[in-house]
């Protein structure tokens, strides 16, 4: 069985248990040093019942897991959330899991898994520590990584090593502010990539613009998607307004700290050229100084297993390649 390294202890042996929780899904997975889910569990999201109803949903998946033969082996524990999270305190406070408030979800699962070790990252630094260890990042030793969804989120690789920052956050594209007089954003700001570039905001805006659904009422951004690769002009525009607000943050986070490659996933990502070309035009506009302008964007290829593979490689799976400074323990 491989190895994996556990930044608090050392070379631990046997795989890892990965948790990824979202609003949707909460999934787990045994995950060994070659990134195969060896074994998988999955429940819903009670995602608007009280803290310990979710939290009784965990714990189910975990169980699930303890009862096959591999549960002996894992050492560790890690867990990609949708945040804020707060890895320094080990806590979650998921804006789509309004029962979860600061709730002390480390300290919650050590106690499920017997007192392992557990590592807490947000779901889009487990992402950029997926693409990192297996995925499109791999090999490049400062690299941004985003999740373009329901949300933006982000995470960073600086130095050949992920980036998590004192709680967890750093690398959060999706807020910065790219339009400074633009609407308010959830997160209390003006202008956030994540109010213009996210899958619902993409939707709205080219409802608000025109744009009608099919016959059978389809109003996401995957229908937009489908309507812009077909020509429809308001589609496309509301798809173009989206990739030069992710151009724009990109651009700025490239130049404050160099990175050479963007990876890009998540559901939006799904449209293809209908983001990816908008965006690698303004993003030809936007990063213009001599150190980034040979930035690359590309998509993301770790796919659903992102959050699984990131949560695994937070707790020290996959060797040095994707080591963590272990937040949250």
Same mark, same amino acid.
């Given at each position: 069985?491989?190895?994996?390294?556990?930044?608090?202890?050392?070379?631990?042996?046997?795989?890892?248990?990965?948790?990824?929780?979202?609003?949707?899904?909460?999934?787990?997975?045994?995950?060994?040093?070659?990134?195969?889910?060896?074994?998988?569990?999955?429940?819903?999201?009670?995602?608007?019942?009280?803290?310990?109803?979710?939290?009784?949903?965990?714990?189910?998946?975990?169980?699930?897991?303890?009862?096959?033969?591999?549960?002996?082996?894992?050492?560790?524990?890690?867990?990609?959330?949708?945040?804020?999270?707060?890895?320094?305190?080990?806590?979650?406070?998921?804006?789509?899991?309004?029962?979860?408030?600061?709730?002390?979800?480390?300290?919650?699962?050590?106690?499920?898994?017997?007192?392992?070790?557990?590592?807490?990252?947000?779901?889009?630094?487990?992402?950029?520590?997926?693409?990192?260890?297996?995925?499109?990042?791999?090999?490049?030793?400062?690299?941004?990584?985003? /999740?373009?969804?329901?949300?933006? @989120?982000? #995470?960073? +690789? *600086?130095? &050949?090593? !992920?980036?998590?920052?004192?709680?967890?956050? %750093?690398?959060?594209?999706?807020?910065?502010?790219?339009?400074?007089?633009?609407?308010?954003?959830?997160?209390?700001?003006?202008?956030?990539?994540?109010?213009?570039?996210?899958?619902?905001?993409?939707?709205?805006?080219?409802?608000?613009?025109?744009?009608?659904?099919?016959?059978?009422?389809?109003?996401?951004?995957?229908?937009?998607?489908?309507?812009?690769?077909?020509?429809?002009?308001?589609?496309?525009?509301?798809?173009?307004?989206?990739?030069?607000?992710?151009?724009?943050?990109?651009?700025?986070?490239?130049?404050?700290?160099?990175?050479?490659?963007?990876? /890009?996933?998540?559901?939006?990502? @799904?449209? #293809?050229? +209908? *983001?990816? &070309?908008? !965006?690698?035009?303004?993003?030809?506009?936007? %990063?213009?100084?001599?150190?980034?302008?040979?930035?690359?964007?590309?998509?993301?290829?770790?796919?659903?297993?992102?959050?699984?593979?990131?949560?695994?490689?937070?707790?020290?799976?996959?060797?040095?390649?994707?080591?963590?400074?272990?937040?949250?323990?």
């Amino acid at each position: 069985m491989p190895k994996h390294t556990d930044p608090a202890t050392g070379p631990v042996p046997g795989p890892v248990v990965a948790l990824d929780i979202g609003g949707t899904k909460i999934a787990g997975a045994l995950v060994d040093g070659e990134g195969r889910l060896r074994v998988r569990a999955q429940r819903p999201t009670p995602a608007r019942e009280d803290g310990e109803t979710v939290m009784k949903a965990v714990e189910a998946v975990l169980e699930e897991l303890a009862a096959t033969p591999l549960w002996a082996a894992a050492r560790a524990v890690g867990i990609g959330s949708a945040g804020p999270v707060d890895a320094s305190r080990g806590t979650v406070s998921p804006v789509n899991v309004p029962g979860w408030r600061d709730f002390p979800l480390v300290e919650r699962v050590r106690r499920a898994t017997g007192g392992r070790p557990v590592t807490l990252v947000g779901d889009g630094v487990a992402m950029t520590a997926a693409e990192h260890w297996l995925g499109a990042a791999r090999g490049h030793d400062n690299a941004l990584c985003l /999740v373009v969804s329901t949300g933006v @989120g982000g #995470g960073l +690789v *600086l130095d &050949g090593r !992920l980036h998590p920052g004192p709680t967890g956050n %750093a690398g959060h594209l999706g807020h910065i502010s790219v339009d400074l007089d633009g609407d308010p954003c959830a997160c209390g700001g003006r202008g956030c990539v994540e109010r213009i570039a996210s899958g619902p905001h993409i939707a709205r805006r080219a409802l608000e613009n025109g744009w009608r659904p099919g016959p059978e009422g389809d109003a996401t951004a995957a229908a937009v998607a489908v309507a812009a690769r077909a020509g429809d002009p308001i589609a496309v525009a509301s798809f173009e307004r989206a990739a030069q607000a992710l151009a724009a943050g990109i651009a700025a986070t490239a130049t404050l700290v160099e990175i050479d490659i963007a990876v /890009v996933g998540g559901g939006v990502a @799904g449209a #293809g050229e +209908v *983001l990816f &070309g908008p !965006l690698r035009r303004s993003l030809a506009t936007y %990063a213009t100084l001599s150190f980034v302008r040979n930035l690359t964007v590309v998509p993301a290829v770790t796919g659903t297993d992102a959050g699984l593979l990131g949560a695994a490689a937070a707790a020290g799976c996959g060797g040095t390649g994707a080591a963590w400074p272990g937040p949250g323990r």
